[in-house]
């Protein structure tokens, strides 16, 4: 690239938010460069084989889909699919000295809060309660991809002062205990506000709220799709779409400045053995809020905090259950819940927030491999091989900074511990290993993502949530910056977080003046 290079775009970061953008762009006739640092697109939407010798291709980082619109599939022409979860979840718990559980799931849902409870209430208000949030699903996810409605836009647009009371003005944990009396089920409606969330049910900055939200709204619905192929069939589909409609996308690129006056700009770029300037109309940066202000040259703001811990694993089968009264097929094809009831998730909060690793760390389970066993190699597959994402909650950044192995080490250990709970055997028991002979299990805590993946703090949304209505400072968008020219197109924008493409999409449109 010399340095007279110029194009209508360059987007800097190829992750799934700014292969969206480029796919928008390139489709509108615009001269579109991608720049992404490492030796992929795909940033923390990806599928890679983590143990040597195994053909199995997890979703490393972000692994479930509810927040992409298929508005953005339809548009770009996307070869992508999903598949629904039969079960929404199970949660292993021990009553009167048994072992049982809760399953969520087609027509199981009633029979199980009654088995558990003693009584119908919960069911009742279960269904109250899921009733307010897909009313509020089904009137704030179609406008994701659409300018920013005003505050009282979006409330007059829901239409249900409850929900937007429960949901929007108090802390969320007044709303679970309004509407619930088990604690177990009042910790399985919480675990929706805490995912990569650190906060408590009563946090007053509604932080927990705002990532509540974003977890029920998805697609209308509020269902969590499996990605057929992994997440990096998604990435895969999107750098396709992108190099069909013209877009360039240059790897092992990385921009290293922008400079601009509000009308153009000129990108600096190194690359293996060279370091060159690109001049562009516009510059959508699909990273974090810190990278922005660092490659313009200002002060960044302070990092968010990232508060989970993230384990993948691969069995030779799933593990049997203390509760015999289901599956192991069953239990983990959706969200297995571990020591999360409604005190175990205030203790571990408490704990966290004194600097202590929790004594019984939240955290939950899926198994891809049950919805779509095509991750896995064949001769894996027919053997029974599965594999399991786990994901921790209440592990904030601070916990690792004095020691990121040991602590990494240590919440692993209890994490573990916590699940064979409610194992007949051991999970270790039922770990394949490599061809090293090493057990195929693998945890990262925030400090190794923001190591791996350039996440400040290791925050997967790059910073906390922001409420999908408009404010003084959010801009038309939500992805506009001090620079005209210059759009964030990676999960800080408002409404980012998650596997969404919305960020991609709204800079796209933003770029393109709709």
């Known amino acids: 690239m010399p340095a007279s290079d110029s194009y209508d775009a360059v987007i800097v970061g190829g992750g799934h938010n700014g292969l969206v953008a480029a796919a928008y762009l390139a489709r509108a006739g615009q001269s579109v460069l991608v720049l992404e640092r490492l030796a992929a697109t795909g940033g923390a939407a990806v599928s890679t084989r983590p143990f040597a010798g195994v053909d199995a291709r997890l979703s490393r980082y972000s692994y479930l889909v509810s927040l992409l619109p298929r508005k953005i599939v339809r548009d770009l022409g996307l070869d992508f699919a999903v598949r629904g979860r039969t079960v929404s979840s199970y949660t292993p718990t021990v009553r009167d000295g048994r072992p049982t559980g809760l399953l969520i799931g087609e027509n199981r849902t009633r029979d199980s809060l009654a088995a558990l409870t003693g009584s119908d209430r919960e069911h009742t208000a279960w269904r109250r309660f899921h009733d307010m949030t897909r009313h509020v699903a089904e009137r704030v996810f179609p406008t994701l991809t659409e300018p920013l409605p005003a505050r009282d836009a979006l409330?007059?647009?829901?239409?249900?002062?409850?929900?937007?009371?429960?949901?929007?003005?108090?802390?969320l944990g007044a709303a679970v205990e309004r509407y619930f009396e088990d604690d177990l089920v009042r910790g399985i409606v919480l675990t929706d506000a805490l995912i990569g969330t650190f906060a408590d049910a009563h946090d007053p900055s509604l932080r927990q709220n705002r990532c509540f939200l974003y977890h029920v709204i998805g697609g209308g619905t509020g269902d969590w799709d499996v990605p057929v192929g992994g997440m990096g069939a998604l990435t895969d589909a999107l750098a396709r779409a992108a190099r069909a409609a013209g877009a360039e996308i240059r790897v092992r690129h990385e921009a290293t400045r922008i400079e601009t006056d509000g009308k153009r700009a000129e990108v600096t770029v190194r690359s293996p053995g060279a370091e060159r300037v690109v001049a562009a109309r516009r510059v959508l940066v699909n990273a974090s809020p810190q990278a922005l202000a660092t490659l313009l040259g200002e002060e960044p703001p302070a990092?968010?905090?990232?508060?989970?811990?993230?384990?993948?694993?691969?069995?030779?089968?799933?593990?049997?259950?203390?509760?015999?009264?289901?599956?192991?097929?069953?239990?983990?094809a959706g969200t297995f819940h571990i020591a999360e009831g409604y005190g175990q998730l205030a203790d571990a909060y408490r704990e966290a927030a004194a600097g202590r690793l929790p004594a019984a760390p939240p955290s939950e389970i899926y198994c891809h491999s049950l919805t779509d066993p095509s991750i896995l190699g064949p001769g894996l597959a027919a053997s029974g091989h599965h594999t399991l994402t786990l994901f921790g909650l209440h592990a904030p950044a601070r916990l690792f900074a004095a020691d990121n192995a040991a602590a990494r080490a240590r919440l692993l250990a209890a994490t573990l511990a916590r699940l064979d709970a409610h194992l007949e055997e051991p999970i270790a028991d039922c770990l394949a290993v490599d061809e090293n002979g090493e057990p195929c299990i693998e945890a990262k805590t925030p400090l190794d993502l923001e190591r791996e993946l350039g996440l400040p703090g290791g925050h997967i949304f790059h910073r906390d949530l922001a409420f999908p209505y408009a404010t003084e400072t959010t801009g038309r968008w939500g992805v506009e910056t001090a620079h005209a020219n210059v759009l964030l197109c990676g999960a800080g924008a408002v409404r980012g977080g998650g596997v969404s493409g919305v960020p991609g999409h709204n800079a796209a449109m933003a770029a393109l003046g709709r």
Do not use: C, Y
């Open 155 to 171: 409330r007059e647009r829901i239409g249900h002062p409850e929900a937007w009371r429960a949901l929007f003005e108090e802390p």
């Open 303 to 332: 990092p968010a905090e990232g508060a989970q811990l993230k384990v993948n694993m691969l069995l030779t089968r799933l593990p049997r259950l203390r509760d015999r009264s289901v599956d192991p097929h069953e239990a983990f």
